[in-house]
């Protein structure tokens, strides 16, 4: 064997070693896409949650829907339930659990599936975890 060839031979093994150490740390393609569709979720009742505290009014019963307006990225709305005149929840189907470890915004961390928030009316944080809704109420 060259001295060529297996400088080439361990340039190819250090760079396949590289790409099986990032898969190893980071997960594959398919995994980063599922988190990151989570964040958006996650921004996403953010943002309907910070829209019903600014409405500054009663707790609807339902959301009226407008076209701009936030949904999974699947395309179906997310689910608001109002469970009083001062609570009501917000529902999302989440691909993976996100921890404190993993989340900019602790309190919207949740387990993988369907998870409702809890959010006080006058408020845009949730009042405790996220828990699992009965099941019809998130698809």
Do not use: Q
């Not at 997960?27 to 958006?40: K, M």
């Not at 309907?48 to 409405?55: G, L, Q």
């Not at 829907?65 to 009501?88: C, H, I, L, Q």
Request: net charge positive; glycine share 6%; with cysteine.
């Amino acid at each position: 064997m060259t001295l060529n060839r297996i400088f080439t031979a361990a340039v190819f093994m250090l760079v396949l070693g590289g790409l099986i150490a990032g898969f190893v740390a980071i997960g594959p393609p398919s995994a980063a896409r599922a988190a990151a569709l989570d964040r958006r979720r996650v921004d996403d009742l953010i943002l309907i949650a910070a829209h019903i505290k600014e409405r500054n009014a009663p707790l609807p019963r339902m959301l009226t829907r407008r076209p701009g307006d936030p949904r999974d990225p699947s395309g179906a709305p997310y689910a608001y339930v109002k469970e009083s005149e001062t609570r009501y929840r917000l529902c999302a189907t989440f691909a993976a659990a996100a921890s404190n470890n993993d989340s900019v915004t602790p309190e919207w961390n949740h387990p993988a599936g369907p998870a409702c928030f809890r959010i006080a009316h006058g408020s845009a944080v949730p009042l405790g975890p996220a828990f699992r809704p009965p099941a019809p109420e998130v698809r």
